[in-house]
């Protein structure tokens, strides 16, 4: 069984500038998450998606992050433009629903310079 | 605030000897407790969790233990291998969302 796909695995840009990041979840799982991790951090919760609705979007910085699941399988997290302080790794995780094990990608790792 | 949080950020064990992951949590209202581990260059992976009307659990090679009257977990991996290197990270949850500590690197000794 195919895992989390998540693409591309690196992406170097400049400050300012947009970055896109796209997730494929585990087939059939309805629960879909954005995590950001920092070196030596535990992920933290950018946004979750039940299905196609964001449920729990509190911790995405909205002036400059957005997300979307239009279909409820496929999502992107974007952010526009970047700072240096958004290098970090966006991981994306699924679960057949909340109450289930998470299952993570292996992440973008995102340098802004 | 909520927080979770461990005692070391570096263990070092010999190969074959018993690994023993230090966690602290703050909020009484968690309801489950899970075990990470994160490789290099991959994503966390579910290693085991506990829920907070127990006080152990065993998978294999690995037992929690949870000690809710000092809100500390703990993860045990017995007979350490070389591949257990890496990063492991508790995490508190409830109903609405998990939250992932620190993390501490296991460093394996030849």
């Known amino acids: 069984e195919a895992g989390v796909v998540q693409s591309p695995r690196y992406k170097i840009i400049e400050k300012k500038q947009p970055v896109a990041f796209w997730c494929n979840p585990i087939?059939?799982?309805?629960?879909l998450y954005w995590y950001l991790q920092n070196l030596g951090q535990g992920p933290e919760l950018l946004i979750r998606?039940?299905?196609?609705?964001?449920?729990?979007d509190s911790q995405l910085p909205k002036d400059r992050f957005s997300a979307e699941r239009l279909k409820g399988v496929d999502s992107t997290l974007k952010i526009q433009p970047a700072e240096l302080g958004d290098s970090a790794v966006y991981l994306c995780?699924?679960?057949?629903?909340?109450?289930?094990?998470?299952?993570f990608g292996p992440g973008t790792r995102l340098t802004v310079l | 605030g909520e927080s979770v949080g461990l005692h070391l950020p570096t263990l070092s064990v010999q190969e074959g000897d018993n690994s023993i992951i230090n966690c602290a949590y703050s909020?009484?209202?968690?309801?489950?407790f899970i075990w990470y581990k994160q490789e290099s260059g991959k994503g966390p992976q579910f290693i085991i969790d506990?829920?907070?009307?127990?006080d152990k659990r065993q998978g294999q090679r690995v037992t929690v233990l949870l000690n809710k009257t000092v809100k500390h977990l703990s993860l045990q991996i017995a007979a350490t291998q070389p591949g257990d290197s890496a990063v492991y990270f508790c995490?508190?949850?409830?109903?609405?969302?998990?939250?992932f500590g620190k993390g501490t690197r296991l460093h394996i000794l030849p």
């Open positions: 909020n009484s209202a968690s309801d489950y």
């Open positions: 995780a699924s679960s057949p629903d909340r109450y289930n094990e998470q299952f």
């Open positions: 995490a508190e949850g409830t109903d609405d969302k998990i939250i």
């Open positions: 998606y039940e299905n196609e609705e964001a449920v729990d």
């Open positions: 087939s059939g799982h309805n629960t």
């Open positions: 506990i829920r907070s009307n127990m």
